[in-house]
């Protein structure tokens, strides 16, 4: 299988703005697109000063008392942000060892009654109280706001690198005050109960921007094959990948790559990352738009070749259901005790027998 791949490739942004490196850094983004899935980004223009302190932060989160991370619980929230407690979370039927706090950027929400259930997804933050870590806020924010940015200029190159008009994929989102992205916080703890500290998955949307907040290895992609190739934290990079609602809607020209995070060994400190997931249109249905792709492009997807049948968890309603149902319907999923609270139909729906003692991962 010759677009096979042993590593994952690191794009440098400043070729955008070099006219010369230009085509350069288009070739080499394709080729992640279609055959890899998965690509650092260094040289990007979120401020490094917001990085370093949000990196800071993060280990204070974490070291919030327990009484003050249940305030922020994430039962509370609609929109399924807030807190989620260590091991709350299964994927493949196996613990996900993790805490996590789930973050967006400023959002009202637009859901009105009557209207359909999955506008309910998006809407306000639950924080922590601002006495407890004084600036986590505005940080986290600006943050969110600056990649959002940066994840708006990106999906341009990738129509610029499908052979598209750079604004093809444009329909696929509403105005600013109609969107809302998604962060997370998330601590891995050691591996002294398992080793999965994410199970085998794919993310659901566009493309997701990793921040690595930690030296600690542990992210694993994987490959054609089948095989497991590390990506390990790189300095100054953002880990990025494809979701499978862009594999999709590019009917599977761009690849969703299977992933997984392995704990930390017995003993270690917590492994820290910040995912950032690029939402779209809550209204788009994927099946009704067709992207017309030059031959030249389509020949490589035929080049590439099938990959390995995975174990990942998949999403399989974007050829019925519009972005924001099959979103909505993974988060019931993954989080019942949110869906018992905010959305009771759906969870008689999933879970007729009642709240499981275990929660697998959508």
Not at 16 to 37: Q, T
Not at 132 to 152: D, T
Not at 289 to 298: A, H, N, R
Not at 305 to 319: C, H, I, L, M, R
Request: net charge negative; glycine share 6%; hydrophobic share 35%.
């Amino acid at each position: 299988m010759a677009a096979n791949f042993s590593s994952v490739p690191v794009l440098d942004f400043a070729f955008i703005s070099d006219d010369a490196k230009r085509p350069e850094f288009i070739a080499h983004l394709r080729h992640a697109l279609i055959n890899v899935g998965f690509l650092y980004l260094k040289n990007h223009t979120v401020s490094q000063d917001i990085i370093d302190r949000l990196i800071d932060y993060i280990p204070r989160l974490f070291d919030l008392p327990q009484n003050a991370k249940n305030k922020i619980i994430m039962a509370n929230s609609p929109h399924f942000l807030g807190y989620s407690r260590l091991g709350a979370e299964f994927t493949k039927g196996k613990t996900d060892y993790r805490e996590q706090f789930d973050f967006a950027t400023p959002h009202e929400t637009q859901w009105q009654p009557g209207g359909p259930e999955y506008l309910r997804l998006w809407g306000p933050c639950q924080w922590p109280e601002e006495d407890l870590i004084p600036g986590f806020r505005e940080v986290m924010e600006n943050y969110l706001l600056q990649v959002q940015s940066l994840s708006q200029h990106f999906i341009r190159l990738l129509a610029e690198a499908f052979g598209l008009p750079s604004d093809a994929l444009a329909k696929f989102y509403d105005s600013d005050e109609y969107m809302q992205h998604r962060g997370k916080g998330r601590s891995t703890n050691d591996g002294s109960l398992t080793d999965q500290g994410v199970g085998p998955h794919y993310d659901a949307g566009f493309l997701t921007f990793l921040l690595q907040a930690s030296p600690h290895p542990g992210l694993q992609v994987q490959n054609l094959t089948g095989d497991w190739v590390d990506a390990p934290p790189i300095p100054g990079t953002f880990v990025i990948n494809i979701g499978k609602s862009l594999e999709f809607v590019t009917r599977g020209l761009a690849r969703a790559t299977s992933h997984r995070v392995l704990s930390p060994p017995v003993g270690s400190t917590p492994r820290y990352s910040v995912p950032f997931f690029q939402n779209i249109s809550l209204h788009a249905r994927l099946a009704n738009e067709v992207l017309d792709f030059p031959p030249e492009i389509l020949k490589l997807k035929d080049l590439r070749g099938d990959p390995a049948q995975t174990d990942s968890v998949n999403f399989a309603e974007f050829d019925r259901e519009p972005s924001g149902r099959v979103n909505l319907i993974g988060r019931v999923k993954s989080h019942p005790d949110v869906a018992e609270r905010h959305y009771p139909d759906l969870f008689r729906q999933y879970f007729p027998n009642g709240l499981p003692k275990r929660v697998d991962a959508y």
